[in-house]
Structures are given as structure tokens and as C-alpha cells.
């Protein structure tokens, strides 16, 4: 993806990459300036962010045996929304261990309908972002 530290393929594969999975984060979110704005505020914090446009590729990425220490989740995506996504990682033993981070402009009461640990409203508080991801991470 550009402008994010790594897309799911650049950080799938390669000897090269060497990072904690306790501190890596999953960033699911169709609209790239937030992947971006998330990636950037991310990667300056020291941890690994990968994005993903929505929840299939998601899903592919962390079949491929990708796990982050949490995942911060939109809602409303296109080909798999967050309801979907959510669904089948629960239905997933070792994919419903990873914590997820609503991220939504759905309101609260739809992001609640699925169990996640948190959600958070957009637009983004960054430091509500950060005391999150040093909760999971």
C-alpha cells in the first residue's frame, strides 16, 4: 500500500523481515488516508503496521500466518465488510485470540452488535489509539 509502512504481501514473505508479532498491528480500513494516517502514527511509535483494504484480504493475510497483537477494524468496507470479517475470525480458533479494535463512523451501537474489546469513533482521538494499542500490545 502506499504511503503505509507495509501492505499484507510486501510483509507475508521475505527472510528480511524481522519484527515481534507482539508488535505488529493489523490496520483494516478501505479508506487509505486513514490506513496512512494510522500507519504513519503507528510505525513512528515503534510497532509494525500492515494494511489491508478490507476484511477478505484480512483474512488472507492472517491465514497466511500473520498474527498481530491486535487488530483495529472498520466496519464498512467493501467486498467484506467488519461484520463478516469479524464472523469468520471468531469462527477460527487461532484467529479468535487476537483482540480487535473497532474503528467506525457506524456508531456504537452497530460496533457493538459484534464482540470485540473496544471501539473507537472517527474521527480518531491519536491518543486514545495509542493507550489501546499499549493495552494489547
Known amino acids: 500500500m502506499q504511503g503505509c509502512a507495509q501492505s499484507a504481501e510486501e510483509a507475508g514473505g521475505g527472510p528480511a523481515l524481522v519484527h515481534k508479532a507482539t508488535q505488529r498491528v493489523l490496520v483494516v480500513d478501505d479508506d487509505q488516508d486513514i490506513r496512512d494516517a494510522l500507519c504513519e502514527l503507528l510505525r513512528d511509535e515503534g510497532y509494525e503496521a500492515i494494511a489491508v483494504a478490507n476484511g477478505e484480504e484480512a483474512l488472507t493475510y492472517l491465514k497466511a500466518g500473520n498474527l498481530p497483537?491486535?487488530?483495529?477494524?472498520?466496519?464498512?468496507?467493501?467486498?467484506?465488510?467488519?461484520?463478516?470479517?469479524?464472523?469468520?475470525?471468531?469462527?477460527?480458533?487461532?484467529?479468535?485470540?487476537?483482540?480487535?479494535?473497532?474503528?467506525?463512523?457506524?456508531?456504537?451501537?452497530?460496533?457493538?452488535?459484534?464482540?470485540?474489546?473496544?471501539?473507537?469513533?472517527?474521527?480518531?482521538?491519536?491518543?486514545?489509539?495509542?493507550?489501546?494499542?499499549h493495552e494489547y500490545c
Open 69 to 133: 497483537c491486535v487488530i483495529l477494524l472498520d466496519l464498512m468496507m467493501p467486498v467484506m465488510d467488519g461484520w463478516e470479517f469479524r464472523r469468520q475470525q471468531t469462527s477460527d480458533p487461532e484467529l479468535s485470540k487476537i483482540p480487535v479494535i473497532v474503528i467506525t463512523a457506524a456508531g456504537g451501537m452497530r460496533a457493538h452488535s459484534i464482540a470485540v474489546e473496544k471501539v473507537l469513533a472517527k474521527p480518531l482521538h491519536l491518543e486514545q489509539v495509542l493507550d489501546v494499542l
